[in-house]
């Protein structure tokens, strides 16, 4: 028996990638739409096979609490939005997979953890690369420890972004700029792959002046965490440079190099360590999965089996307090000390 799920937002992500991919999925199938597009809704469910009865709008979403098939509400809309349709999506009753960033802000972050966990129903964020063969590797080769501490990791995460209007651009739906939307990718990595927690950050934020897309919200940062056992990240995010998507970790007795680590596809990576006294340089080849699918699967894995999902909602507002402690840092111009917090176990 699979698990339901309903898709609230018809945009690109959702048409182009998530609902491909439950084709690749074992365990998870759409079975509701919500969308404010009548037209978009009545095609796209056709298309997927959707009962004419599970097509929402956004008006009629709370509907959804009487309809038994949906077991999991998957939010894909503007940041700004998430806040509101978790919460609602917690009132009718359903667990919740919601897009990164988890919100606008640490205390929106608060309020959906607080309301998912008084509603008794599973959160979890949508990060994908937590769920993605290459970046899951680097991981467990990281904290196995054969290749001495890691000293140094350094992430890009780098787009051409276009033009207004469109709602990256909005303070208000976006909450912020690159920092938000791929930034968090580098930020979200360097936690990961450590299974460590910043306790000092550091950022510095350039936006091309009189450009009309950075009036509201960044365009490129550039930030750098440091970690209790010495480990430093240096990252850097831009709706302005040419793709780039690499995370490299830099260790005592080797490095890690996965490129288009933070990239929908096309990962590959390169391992280098000392044979005696040659420098041995392994490409490690895993095929490719889609990672869309294995974060829905692992969703529905947790629906089926009643565990807490390995990205859950504190793992989102975690990164919401960090992103806003960079922000302090690239208002104030100095580095902005955070409390030592337990670092989680993302290997599991
Ligand atoms: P998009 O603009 O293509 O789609 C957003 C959808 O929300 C549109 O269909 C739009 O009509 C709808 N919408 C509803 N209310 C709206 C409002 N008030 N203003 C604007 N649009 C409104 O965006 P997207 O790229 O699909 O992103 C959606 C979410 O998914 C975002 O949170 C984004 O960060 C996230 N995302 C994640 C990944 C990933 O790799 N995990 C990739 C892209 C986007």
């Known amino acids: 028996e699979r698990v339901g799920f309903a898709i609230v937002g018809l945009g690109r992500l959702s048409l182009e990638e998530l609902l491909p991919a439950f084709a690749e999925c074992k365990q998870a199938r759409p079975v509701a739409l919500v969308s404010g597009t009548p037209d978009k809704l009545k095609a796209v469910g056709a298309q997927y096979g959707i009962k004419p009865e599970a097509l929402y709008s956004y008006a ?76 899951r590797r680097a991981t467990a080769l990281l904290r196995d420890g054969g290749l001495g501490a890691a000293r140094f990791m350094e992430a890009s995460n780098t787009q051409v972004q276009g033009e207004v209007p469109q709602w990256r651009f909005s303070k208000a739906l976006a ?14 990595a360097a936690r990961f792959y450590s299974g460590e927690e910043p306790v000092e950050v550091f950022a510095r934020i350039h936006n091309t002046p009189d450009d009309p897309r950075y009036r509201e919200v960044e365009e490129s940062i550039a930030f750098m965490l440091r970690f209790p056992s010495g480990l430093m990240a240096n990252c850097a995010a831009s709706y302005g440079a040419h793709e780039s998507k690499d995370m490299r970790v830099r260790l005592e007795k080797g490095w890690i190099d996965v490129e288009n680590a933070f990239a929908y596809q096309g990962q590959s990576m390169r391992v280098a360590t000392r044979d005696g006294k040659a420098e041995a340089i392994r490409e490690l080849r895993l095929g ?61």
């Open 175 to 188: 909450g912020g700029g690159a920092l938000p939307d791929i930034g968090l990718y580098c930020l979200n």
């Open 60 to 135: 009629d979403f709370d509907r959804i609490a009487e309809n038994p098939e949906v077991k999991v509400v998957y939010i894909v809309l503007p940041n700004g939005l998430h806040h509101e349709y978790v919460l609602r999506a917690a009132r009718a009753g359903k667990h919740v997979l919601c897009e990164k960033p988890m919100a606008n802000t640490s205390a929106e972050a608060r309020e959906m953890v607080a309301a998912c966990r008084d509603a008794r129903v599973k959160l979890m964020i949508a990060y994908r690369c937590q769920y993605e063969p290459y970046n």
């Open 288 to 348: 490719q999965k889609n990672q869309f699918a294995a974060e829905i699967d692992h969703m529905a894995q947790c629906v089926l089996q009643d565990r807490v999902p390995r990205t859950p909602g504190e793992e989102g507002l975690q990164d919401q307090v960090i992103m806003e402690a960079l922000y302090r840092s690239a208002e104030t111009g100095a580095a902005v000390a955070l409390p030592a917090v337990e670092g989680r176990d993302t290997t599991r």
